[in-house]
C-alpha cells in the first residue's frame, strides 16, 4: 500500500489550494480513504475522509464548508480542496487509509493504518 500527496505550498490567508494523493496497492472503490494534517507541537488530526464505496464524507467542523474530499477511480487518485485557507490550517498533510475499514466517519475517528508522506501546506501572509 503506497499514498503520495502532493499539491502543497505557500498560500495567503482566504486563498485555495487543491492537494492529490496517489494510491496503489488498492484501489478506491472499497476502503476508507482520507486526509490528516499535524502541524508543529500538536497532535495529529482528521480533516476530511471519504468512503469510497458509498461516496459518504466525513467531515470536521473546522472543514465543513471549506474542504472538500474526492476521489478519480480512474486516476487512482484522492483530492482535497481546501479553500477560504487561514493560518490555523498550516501543517503538513497526508493522506491515509486503513484497509479494514470502509466507513469514513470511523477512519477519521479511529485513524488510519497506512499513510503517505505528508505535503506542507503554509497558510501566511
Known amino acids: 500500500v503506497q499514498l503520495q500527496a502532493s499539491g502543497g505550498g505557500l498560500v495567503q490567508p482566504g486563498g485555495s489550494l487543491r492537494l492529490s494523493c496517489v494510491v496503489s496497492g488498492f484501489t478506491l472503490d472499497r476502503p476508507a480513504v482520507g486526509w490528516f494534517r499535524q502541524a508543529p507541537g500538536k497532535e495529529r488530526e482528521a480533516v476530511s475522509c471519504l468512503s469510497t464505496w458509498n461516496d459518504i464524507t466525513h467531515y470536521p467542523d473546522f472543514a465543513k464548508g471549506r474542504f472538500t474530499i474526492s476521489r478519480d477511480k480512474t486516476k487512482n487518485t484522492v483530492y482535497l480542496q481546501m479553500n477560504d485557507l487561514r493560518p490555523e490550517d498550516t501543517a503538513v498533510y497526508y493522506c491515509?487509509?486503513?484497509?479494514?475499514?470502509?466507513?469514513?466517519?470511523?477512519?477519521?475517528?479511529?485513524?488510519?493504518?497506512?499513510r503517505g508522506q505528508g505535503t506542507l501546506v503554509t497558510v501566511s501572509s
Open positions: 491515509a487509509t486503513d484497509l479494514g475499514h470502509s466507513s469514513s466517519y470511523a477512519l477519521c475517528l479511529n485513524g488510519p493504518s497506512d
